[in-house]
């Protein structure tokens, strides 16, 4: 028996030719979700994605049911362990979807026909899940895609019909893909030409004047020159008839010129040398090239790998890309199993995390690097993947732009770069001045540095000939390559001009579309394939190839082998692009590639973080919605342990106008898991005084600036504020109360009260327990678990650490479960349960790095140390000891305030 599932318009399954109906509007996005992706999916993931605001347990328990209602298809629902998917090889399963991406995919005309007859612009028509945002905006993401894809099927058949001399039947495709994308500009063109060409000048004239209403009314901007001209020529009677173009690749069209290296033979031999110590199965080297922009880092990483004809893993550093935590990270893993895609395979005893990770990051919904702690595993991971890729031969990692790499990348980077196995070369190239990252240290400690200089007159001679001075030319350019190159590629008559009046020049004097495309990959900022520089500047398909073609030819794009696109030679041409855009055309461009963006980061976040949404929202003057993707980036940055990042997207939100009280608190909270105590408090006291209206509020953000003074040891300050944050909850915080009395009870124990600390816990366990509040319950037996050892209860001491152990994991609290792992382990070392104590702290610690607490981790590594001193193994203590002063160190206050060492019970 077949299944068919139809989601282009509403709805519809249907088994055997049977309609299947389902009591739940879930089951049917659960089959939606696995058809469309064609992937299996975790348990968790299905569940946060369908219900995201029931608790963990709940929403897996509320999964299992609609599985078992989704299992109405029949045995092609497979449910494997802890993952959910359709299987095809038991049972065919026949999705519009899928036919239509098939179809539209092909290169034969007739499959083109077939697919413009599905509604792929109706996906999933009328059907959403009002309590899922999550799942709606995914949903949103692939009915864009699908919409994007018909637009581009009904252009190819529009071209085709009018290869064929069928202007009729072309029109009929060029008026469709209007009606499914009406701000088309390209769309509406080939309306209007297909419509002359079809002998009816008259409503090819009116079909222009609509497209300027449309321009004027949606966008505020005129017609394209080109547009425009076609315009005149129809009115003028003076339009022909295409010829057939000749389909050719940009890259056959314009191959790349060979790059000529000019004083560069030391830094080249250099690298050479490396190379055959790689290629020899040699240890891992490090090289690194220093230089300012210009001075030809990037070209020398180049040819050296071209003529090393090596295996690449290229990563590259942004300046859009700098605050978007693990984007580096994400494309280096990539690189790693683009290379070896059998590294995503491999059994879990073998390169676990990356092959784990791998599998997220192929998913179309994987959100790679999802937290600190996956990255954590990677970094275990990452020597022994680049051990298994070199085992094929020698490999070249090359990082460019190293001080652009967002910080979390930087570090992961540096991990690998500090355990090179045989056979791998890495070359990292940074600015002076920017020595201080981990990427940068690592360098220095482990390899040598290259520092390039500019070129002298001799050298410059020997690169432009005897065309120009080579003292003027070393004047104008201070020897800097990329401005001596640019200088001697001047046309004739305008070679003593300054450089960048040399490169405004070559920009003006490109076309019209090529000027668009060059400046939609200045706004994009990145490396961008073809059709993201389609959809931003507007044009078609045919047109964005000629325009690509151009500006690399002039020398105003380039393109990037390894990611596929297309990104400018060097700021002289970003700052010609940026120079002549306007500023209602700058915010057009940010606007419209945001809302590409938008919808693929419906489809993978992982690609398309929250971070660079929100960037360009900004930039186009949409402040409002940029200011929510601020707020979701620093979400993903806190959960990904990012701290910093989270605390740059919250201030940009505040900077947008978002100035609440949560997103105060929000930065105190970041603040608090840096050590950055003072900064902290001020933030709170911010969310504290943009609350004034809301007691209950102002309750919680005392509470927490309670935590913040215990950590600094505090206590009277931490008293004090908890008895204000009671005092202000009133009846309507009962939930939030039982936890500030949990909190109390602890603070009264670390004053040495513990006959009220008792008291005070018990009495916030059981309203934990009336209230539902697992929290409080946990914190509170956590505080009798710390009490008892204090009076040397041990038995009493470690059943209730237990007990708070096991509620904080199902639980899913890192702060309930650190804490009560730390005070287990202290536990199980009074008893002499060395082993068992040491499992506990590093469990604690783990979940410490993954949450990037610093003065957490400064503890733990501490109590790590003396657990392993007290076990004779001091050089282990030691290594702990060093970790914890430099978690310690970053501590705010740490050296004037003792107290903040002597935390070791929370």
């Not at 953000?701 to 009277?716: E, F, K, S, Y």
Request: with cysteine; hydrophobic share 45%.
């Amino acid at each position: 028996m077949a299944v068919e599932l139809d989601f282009l318009g509403p709805p519809r399954v249907r088994r055997a030719a049977a309609v299947v109906r389902f009591d739940t509007r879930k089951a049917v996005a659960l089959l939606c979700l696995l058809a469309v992706t064609g992937e299996d999916h975790g348990r968790d993931a299905i569940a946060s994605l369908l219900w995201p605001d029931l608790e963990r347990a709940r929403a897996r328990a509320t999964l299992r049911r609609t599985l078992s209602v989704a299992a109405a298809v029949g045995p092609a629902l497979a449910v494997r362990g802890d993952r959910v998917g359709l299987d095809l090889d038991i049972e065919p399963v026949d999705c519009d979807v899928v036919r239509f991406r098939r179809l539209a995919a092909s290169s034969e005309v007739e499959d083109w026909r077939s697919a413009a007859l599905l509604p792929a612009d109706r996906f999933l028509d009328g059907f959403s899940l009002r309590d899922s945002p999550a799942f709606d905006d995914w949903a949103i993401g692939v009915a864009a895609e699908l919409t994007d894809a018909l637009s581009d099927v009904l252009a190819r058949l529009t071209r085709d019909a009018g290869a064929n001399g069928d202007w009729e039947e072309g029109r009929d495709w060029a008026r469709r893909r209007v009606q499914i994308d009406p701000l088309s500009e390209p769309a509406h063109a080939d309306l209007i030409r297909a419509t002359a060409f079809a002998g009816d000048r008259h409503a090819a004239v009116q079909a222009y004047r609509s497209l300027v209403r449309l321009l004027d009314t949606e966008l505020g901007v005129a017609p394209l020159p080109e547009t425009m001209a076609l315009h005149d020529d129809i009115r003028a009677g003076r339009l022909q008839a295409p010829r057939e173009r000749e389909a050719v690749t940009p890259a056959a069209r314009a191959p790349r010129e060979r790059v000529r290296l000019v004083g560069r033979e030391a830094e080249l031999a250099a690298l050479e040398a490396a190379w055959r110590d790689a290629a020899e199965g040699r240890p891992g080297r490090v090289l690194g090239l220093v230089g300012e922009p210009g001075l030809g880092k990037t070209v020398l990483l180049d040819v050296a790998t071209r003529r090393a004809g090596a295996r690449i893993l290229r990563v590259g550093g942004r300046a859009s890309e700098t605050s978007l935590a693990y984007a580096a990270a994400n494309d280096f893993v990539r690189a790693m199993l683009s290379i070896e895609p059998a590294l995503a395979t491999q059994p879990r005893s073998s390169v676990s995390a990356l092959g784990a990770l791998a599998s997220e990051i192929a998913s179309p919904h994987a959100r790679g690097i999802r937290t600190a702690g996956d990255l954590q595993r990677v970094h275990d991971a990452v020597r022994a993947a680049l051990s298994r890729i070199a085992d094929a031969g020698p490999v070249l990692l090359v990082v460019d732009d190293a001080e652009l790499i967002d910080r979390p990348s930087a570090l992961l980077l540096a991990y690998a770069v500090r355990r090179l196995p045989p056979g791998v070369l890495t070359l990292v190239a940074w600015r002076p001045g920017t020595t201080g990252g981990p990427l940068q240290h690592a360098v220095s400690e482990t390899g040598e540095a290259r520092r390039l200089l500019p070129l002298d007159a001799d050298q410059i001679a020997d690169l432009v000939g005897e065309a120009l001075d080579p003292a003027e030319v070393l004047r104008r350019t201070r020897g800097i390559p990329l401005l001596v190159t640019e200088q001697a590629g001047s046309p004739a008559g305008v070679a003593g001009t300054d450089v960048r009046d040399i490169v405004a020049a070559r920009f003006a004097g490109a076309s019209d579309t090529a000027r668009q495309v060059v400046t939609s990959a200045v706004v994009i900022g990145t490396v961008a394939p073809p059709e993201l520089l389609r959809a931003v500047s507007g044009r078609d398909e045919s047109e964005t190839v000629d325009a690509i073609e151009e500006a690399v030819a002039r020398g105003l794009l380039v393109e990037h082998a390894e990611t596929a696109g297309y990104d400018v030679p060097h700021d002289l041409v970003r700052d010609a692009a940026q120079e002549a855009l306007s500023l209602a055309r700058r915010r057009l461009l940010h606007g419209r590639l945001a809302d590409v963006l938008i919808r693929r980061h419906g489809v993978d976040p992982s690609l398309t973080p929250a971070g660079a949404v929100a960037r360009h929202l900004a930039s186009a003057g949409r402040e409002d919605e940029a200011a929510d993707w601020f707020l979701a980036a620093a979400s993903d940055s806190s959960r990904l342990g990012a701290h910093e990042e989270a605390i740059g997207q919250l201030r940009s939100a505040l900077a947008l106008g978002r100035r609440d009280s949560d997103v105060h608190a929000s930065i105190g909270t970041a603040l608090v898991r840096l050590g950055r105590y003072d900064e902290a408090l001020v933030a709170l006291d911010q969310a504290s005084a943009a609350a004034e209206s809301d007691a209950g509020r102002r309750a919680e953000i005392d509470h927490a600036i309670a935590r913040v003074h215990d950590r600094r040891g505090d206590l009277q300050l931490a008293l004090s504020h908890l008895e204000s944050a009671l005092e202000s909850s009133g009846p309507e915080g009962r939930g939030r109360r039982a936890r500030m009395v949990a909190d109390l009870a602890l603070v009264l124990h670390r004053l040495g009260r513990r006959d009220e600390a008792r008291a005070t816990a018990s009495t916030a366990r059981v309203a934990g327990m009336e209230e539902g509040d697992a929290a409080a319950v946990i914190q509170a037996g956590n505080v009798l678990g710390m009490i008892a050892l204090a009076e040397g209860e041990q038995d009493d001491a470690e059943a209730h650490l237990e007990d708070a152990v096991a509620r904080a994991d199902a639980y899913a609290d890192d702060d309930l479960l650190i804490a009560t792992l730390n005070n287990l382990s202290r536990a199980r070392a009074q008893r002499g349960a060395a082993d068992e104590a040491l499992d506990a702290a590093r469990q604690a610690l783990r979940c410490a790095d993954r949450q990037g607490d610093r003065h957490r981790q400064g503890a733990l590594h501490s109590h790590l140390a003396d657990l392993l001193h007290a076990a004779g193994r001091d050089e282990e203590a030691m290594a702990e000891l060093r970790a914890s002063a430099i978690a310690f160190s970053e501590v705010q206050g740490s050296a004037a305030r003792p107290e903040v060492w002597t935390l070791t019970e929370w």
